[in-house]
């Protein structure tokens, strides 16, 4: 069974960054590309970017390229993303999703809130 | 980037009603992906690839359409549908998603 376990609440100060970790069980971690995805309150979803675990090839919406970085350990099958410089605006739930073929996720983490606030 | 537009962004629906919910999509996409997301949980895996029922969701559910025009249908709407549903594309980046449908049962 395909599992993605993420990382607990983060609180951050504005100004700081954070790394959030989504642990894969279940499958091969290298075969499917990792995506990463940002849900606002009540909001809609929006795409962050993704990683090719096989060889740490990543793709980024240019909305987030200054703002997160995506990162993988196939040693422990966990894939990363750090954001820094956090705002308000930052807030979230963030979810880890994985492809079953390109752009289609069948399988997705439990999301992570982070919250900035000072 | 290619904005998905999504109507109505509310629908009211009684048990045992059929319902249709539309994407529209600012420039032509392949095909249109759609999930379904309860309040506090992860969004699900629902209809990919425009029609195809992922694992597990219902035959009353069913996708259609192209170009710039897709819908998701509800033959007779449960209490478990309840809802909120999000169309997806992929045809040409960045990936985006639309506004999202929230289903509500009277």
């Known amino acids: 069974e395909v599992q993605l376990q993420q990382s607990g609440p983060e609180l951050v100060k504005p100004g700081a960054s954070v790394k959030i970790s989504c642990k894969a069980s279940g499958y091969t971690f290298t075969d499917y590309n990792m995506h990463w995805v940002k849900q606002s309150h009540g909001k809609s979803l929006e795409w962050i970017g993704y990683?090719?675990?096989?060889?740490?090839?990543?793709g980024y919406n240019q909305k987030f390229k200054s703002k997160a970085t995506l990162t993988v350990d196939n040693s422990s099958s966990t894939a990363y993303m750090e954001l820094r410089s956090l705002t308000s605006e930052d807030s979230a739930v963030y979810y880890c999703?994985?492809?079953?073929?390109?752009?289609?996720?069948?399988?997705w983490g439990q999301g992570t809130l982070v919250t900035v606030s000072a | 980037q290619i904005v998905l537009s999504q109507s109505p962004a509310i629908l009211s629906a009684s048990p045992g009603e059929k319902v249709t919910m539309t994407c529209r999509a600012s420039s032509s996409v392949s095909y249109m992906h759609w999930y379904q997301q309860k309040p506090g949980s992860s969004p699900k895996p629902w209809i990919y690839a425009t029609s195809n029922l992922a694992s597990g969701v219902p035959a009353r559910f069913s996708g259609s359409g192209s170009g710039t025009s897709y819908s998701l249908t509800i033959s007779r709407v449960e209490a478990e549908d309840a809802a909120t549903y999000y169309c997806q594309q992929w045809s040409s980046n960045p990936l985006t998603f639309g506004a999202g449908t929230k289903l509500e049962l009277k």
């Open positions: 990683i090719y675990p096989y060889n740490g090839g990543t």
């Open positions: 999703a994985r492809e079953l073929r390109p752009g289609w996720f069948a399988y």
